[in-house]
């Protein structure tokens, strides 16, 4: 993806409530919406972009399930058979003391692996420069970009029809 | 989150903020060279840092015998700092897991700070279990490997090695929530920045841009981790009070240990939280963010703990009585009318009786008396483990070894110089990162900024309203 | 349909139970030992659960009404409702209350003043563990409750009529504020004392600093289950239409979150009693595991493996069958939780009273104890007779339901309860 360029033609609205509107329009009108760029999390967004739900989440339930099962039969492994020992006379095998231990590793890979995981799938890591449109979107600005670089002229006017339109406040294009 | 907000509801960002103002104010500290202010308590801070290091050299050097700790008393300051710390450190998972969860709206304006002060209160809970071993290099020796010896492991039915387990998960699962919390407002900074500043935070920022789909998924994330850390955070606590409550020593060993140190935790952390806000509201000009709303709600929290520590307090006077059992009942005795009895004084003034001025409102958005009292808490809660750990040593089952124990300075110093580390994290991160989270609030303006929500308003804010019954499309 | 009426229907339907419950309680007291024991452990382990769900719903209203939650105000009037069931509570106490006097129950050990008298530990507790404070205690603190329940009830009733909103800064709500944030230290620390002396005393010499809150918690969970229950079925009359399935879901996360808190409780109480081993404490999960293990382990299961599994997922909490499953099964759950805090103690009490007033019974050796029904299970007449006294509650409930609209109209969070959405899914969805 990094090695072709894009030509994206972007607008950015003031409001997110305009921008709301603006993407029900572009649904309803079909056009294909390249990505949309907030400054914070707008609700509403996943159902007008009718973005899938996120499975982060059950990711997060292996991991967690994994880390039970990992830390439950180490113990188990250890003081069963690795090096049996009695400890103020309770049985080797003493889940009741298990619990604590289990519990915790199961946050930690949860945790760990979940944040890993979201990080990973969504092109993101230290030392990452992913491209970004205009700097004001991590601001007050509210974004919808296409992707243009296969349209015809015809077709990218039909987008600025769009976003006049639709109360965008300013339309640029950029090669990312 | 419901568009429709009551009438009844105060703002919680004042001024007449635009999301650009919002950006403006949070991100403007990280921008400008520093404060007067804030050199001279860098320069405090950094001395008792530097203290620290050589408290623990001294200690490491001439040996644990430097400490004031003997045969009787052989937990003192050390451990009574540990709990202390841990303790400050549940306000931040406090407040951005378990608040985040009951849709507190509040949250935002004091969850960022909260969290940094949860990660370095707990790097100061981790000092003291690895000094108190005297011989620091072979700190290492409580991590689970096979013994090259043998296979012989560390005791997994420890409550010690509980504690080395639940810190070190809580420390990173914290860290976690507050870094993925930080990337978009770091990428904020980032596109307002330039030059050098440019490429750190662009290094920090992990290359966010603000995509829907990387919203959602962070939302789904966050959800999910404020659902881990919160039986975490109850864990934490619980796993410190089994320290003492899986032993059979009498004032130690009792069940309602768990849920009652947790109370004390979330108490005394939100303590920690009010004297780091209301001093960094005023240093950093946040008061639209941090607002008396804020301030209010906060030490509501500390009556509310204040009064089940109060509950949980008076529960193990009265079982110890009820139980018939001598040992019990002396140990509480002992605790009230000791040669500690001033701790225990002490404890009950700070924590259970003064907290219950906040049942006035006026009280309550009282700067300075928010101030003091927090202070108080402090001090309370640390009396608190000092009474529990040092006044049950000192008596024991043999009055022949009954003794009395005070710290030498090297405790105290050690006790100060985890206060220098604390602050010069605390102090380095308001000029790093924004001490606010800018996304959230920016999140909630609609919905709690003073020219949407209050009295003036219908409660209902057209745009807003607006914008919500299209998302139901 | 913002008025519920009772129809004739359900009042037979329900008067009926009572009934059954009122002939399941003369049968179990009729075919009793002769201390009626299995009786009066049946009538007090119903009576303080179903009290303890109507104090725990009042302590829920107010805490949710000083925290500023708004989302559960469309439902308020179901735990108003609840709440006055601690009217009829109380009255339900007095007959153990009597029996304490006038001995016609063995459910305390400590009340039987012989053995009080040979026995150090009962006559060390005898300050507390005795039946002047029982009856004032009782009388005084759910007096005091009642006091709570009727006052916020009454100021809400009238907030219907009376609530002017923004024009009078909400006063009438600001009164209930108050008068919920008066109540909650008081629920705090009465609560414990009533919960030590009802239940914790049945094992008169034993004793826990978390055993309050732990039972607590049982209530707690209880409620929710009962309350998703009531709700669901009322939805389905027609009634509630202002509670959505957002609504559900945010009791589902309540019920979910409270059975992991007790499970939370119970483990912290089990595995510090189990570490500390100190043959005092012990005794009292010994006695459960060696005789009771079904109970014992059940409750574990029933309380916290199976809502954990059904509950865990957000689509779960929105599908009414599977709500409907998981708060049958904590419900009984729970029941079956008090069950066990009752029947061991009073058991071991009742035999060791038969033992020395020379009956039948089977001594106070700690051997093995029969599996009897009523004791190490529930049987048939005590399911009737929780059917009965549930019957009583819910009777009891609706017939409060009647008195005020379903949905409080001025309430000042009305637009935010009836616009609630959980993210991330829409408020009409």
Known sequence: ?176 | MSAAVSAIREPLITGGKTYHDITEDICAPTERTPSRAWIIAFIFAVSALAFYAFCVTWTVWVGIGSWNLNRTINWGWDITNFVWWVGIGHAGTLISAILLLFRQRWRTGVNRAAEAMTIFAVMCAGQFPLIHMGRLWLGFFIFPYPNTRGPLWVNFNSPLLWDVFAISTYFTVSLLFWYTGLVPDFATVRDRAKGWRKKMYNFLSLGWTGSAKHWQRFESLSLVLAGLATPLVLSVHTIVSFDFATSVIPGWHTTIFPPYFVAGAIFSGFAMVQTLMVLTRKVLNLQDYITLEHIDYMNKIILVTGTIVGVAYLTELFIAWYSGYVYEQFAFYNRVMGPYFWAYIGMMSCNVLSPQLFWSRKLRRNIWLTFLMSIFVNIGMWFERFVIIVSTLARDYLPSSWSYYSASWVEVGLFIGTLGLFFTFYLLFTRVAPVVAVAEVKSILKLAGDQYAGKEHTGKHPESADAHSHGGH | MNQFTLQSRQRTFLIGFMLLGLLCMVITYLTDDALHTRFWTNYLHNTVFFLGIGFISLFILAAFTTSWAGWYVGMKRVWESFSLFLIPGLVLMVPIILGLWGHFHHLYHWADKAEVAKDVILTGKSGFLNPVWYTFGTLILVGAWIFFALKIRQLSVLEDTQGKGVADDFSIHRWIRFWSAVFLPIAGFSSAALIWQWLMSVDSHWYSTMFAWYTGASWFVSAMALTILLLVYLKGQGYFVHITTNHFHDLGKFLFAFSVFWTYLWFSQFMLIWYANIGEETIYFHERMTNYPALFYGNLILNFVLPFLVLMRNDSKRKTGIMVTGAVITFLGHWLDFFLMVKPGARHTAMEALASHGGHGEGAASHALSVAAGFSYPGLLELGTMLGFLAFFLYFVMTRLEKASLLPYNDPYLQETTHHAVWPYAEHE
């Open chain 1, 1 to 176: 993806m990094k090695t072709t360029h894009k030509e994206v033609l972007f607008g950015l609205y003031d409001d997110e409530s305009v921008l709301l509107h603006a993407v029900h329009k572009a649904k309803h009108d079909h056009l294909e919406i390249m990505d949309v760029f907030t400054p914070f999390p707008v609700h509403g967004m996943e159902e007008a972009l009718h973005l899938s739900e996120s499975r982060l989440h059950i990711a997060g339930f292996i991991y967690g399930a994994i880390g039970a099962l990992t830390g439950f039969m180490a113990m188990t492994w250890i003081f069963t058979r690795d090096w049996p020992i009695i400890f103020g006379g309770k049985p080797y095998w003493s889940v009741p003391a298990f619990i604590p231990i289990t519990f915790e590793m199961t946050v930690l890979f949860a945790s760990v692996g979940m944040v890993v995981t979201f990080f990973t799938v969504s092109g993101m890591g230290f030392g990452v420069t992913n491209p970004t449109l205009d700097d004001r979107i991590t601001d007050d600005k509210f974004c919808i970009a296409f992707d243009v670089s296969q349209s015809e002229e015809e077709e990218v006017e039909r987008l600025k029809g769009f976003f006049r339109e639709s109360g965008a406040s300013e339309v640029s294009t950029k090669t990312i």
